[in-house]
């Protein structure tokens, strides 16, 4: 029996290895001089002026809504297809998630009912647009909205990392360097473009809110004597300033990082290429649409999420997708709606069909394996047992199982 396809894995090889036993032989396990040599290579990446590098990309989130100093009354607009955090984040300063729909074909939010609930709701201070499965947002049209209004602007590329979109000036910019956002969060989970592990990152070009981020990432502490509020009482000075947390990356994890920071063009560009496959692979099957790729867009392909007409077969998604686990396929959803969480229900009144897009999209969608350790033939035998399981996804699963298994698919 052949071993599971998993939707996403890392890409460990023998040089992230020995960089990580470096760090582990050297002086300093944390605080030390990798972290920052991480945040100088994320800046080299993205182009932004500086980086904060923490532990991992839902404290990003936390920082970065607590560094523009969201709070009670406080409104954050930001996508109903994301996971929990891209919300939570707000909630955990103190502030109130609020949604706006999807475009229901590059499946981001939509700057058009971004202005819509920014009209209709008191308080709005923020967006956190997120770049759903690599995919860049419209932020030009993002931003436009936010200088109407007078807003802060938080980019959510927890999965686009190596993504990059061209300007309406026709210049291309990459996700991250924040030409069109106050600041950009990431993650380096495993299943994404890159890892350390554990870990998430800020980038800005607002050398206040540079400053901020650091001291909020270390219990709002301040060891620049300069900056104290009254005399140190010696070198050995440091103030708080400010209530912070312990949010910090360790230098065992910055090694990785470093090492990782290096191939993330090789991992995206192989990426591409299963997206590629998968498209080629699917195209004449009407009931399958593969992800949209509008002009002037490039996607780190973190994800790749099909969309299948199950109601217009006659299928069933919950028994088709356990069918496919039973024979060694590894799919997932991403997500199922926020708003349809039971918090946000009980506690903000949120019902079903209050996004009829997002949860359009729900309804059919489903994440496909891709990873750069990948396979064409993987792949092809993804998108052959999807084809001849599709076909007996009505039927009792038992029949399935006998006449339609991966050898069979493949």
Known sequence: MRSMISYGR???????????????????????????????????????????????????????CLAVGLTEGDGVV??????LASANAALYAGATPVFADINPLTCNIDPKMIEEKVQKTKGVRALIPVHFAGLPCDMEGIRRVARRHGLFVIEDACHALGAHWRDARGRWRTVGSCSHSDMTVFSFHPVKTMTTGEGGAITTNDEALYKRLKALRSHGVIKDASLFKRPPDGPWGYEMQGLGFNYRLTDIQSALGLSQIKKIDRFVQRRREIASLYKRLFERYHFITTPHAPEGAKSANHLYPVRIAFDKIGASKKQWFEL??????????????????????????YRAGDFPNAEHFYSEEVSLPIYPALTDEDVSTVAAAMISTLACAVAPRASCRRGHGLAAGA
């Not at 090889?13 to 300093?28: N, P, T």
């Not at 799919?331 to 708003?339: E, F």
Request: aromatic share 10%; charged share 20%; proline share 5%.
């Open 10 to 64: 890392q890409t460990i090889e023998e040089d992230d290895i020995e960089a990580v036993v470096r760090a582990l032989r050297s002086d300093m396990l944390t605080q030390g001089p990798l972290v920052e040599e991480f945040e100088e290579a994320l800046c080299s990446y993205t182009g932004a002026g500086y980086a904060v590098v923490c532990s991992n990309g839902t404290a990003a989130l936390h920082l970065a």
């Open 78 to 83: 930001t996508s109903p297809i994301t996971f």
């Open 324 to 349: 496919m686990r039973d024979i060694g396929i590894g799919l997932q959803v991403h997500y199922i709606p926020v708003h349809l969480q039971p918090f946000y229900q009980d506690r903000f009144g």
